[in-house]
């Protein structure tokens, strides 16, 4: 299951340290994992299938005819 990291979080659960998820970043985390950062408001579900980038400001995104 893909997730977002919300928080910063220190520790372990269940023996999986959880120091190196960084906030912003997405993971695709096992379910049980992943079910419990959510309940702890540690992360949230990543809907997306495919990872997109910000476009810059000043960008149009339709083409000029």
């Known amino acids: 299951m893909k997730v977002r990291i919300l928080r910063q979080v220190i520790g372990n ?15 695709d ?11 702890q408001g ?6 997306r299938s495919q990872q ?5 400001p000043n960008q149009e995104r339709r083409r000029k005819t």
């Open 13 to 27: 659960v269940g023996g999986v340290s959880l120091r190196h998820y960084h906030v912003g970043q997405v993971y």
């Open 29 to 39: 985390l096992p379910p049980t994992l992943a079910n419990y950062m959510v309940a």
């Open 42 to 47: 540690l992360a949230a579900f990543e809907m």
């Open 52 to 56: 997109t980038f910000p476009r810059p």
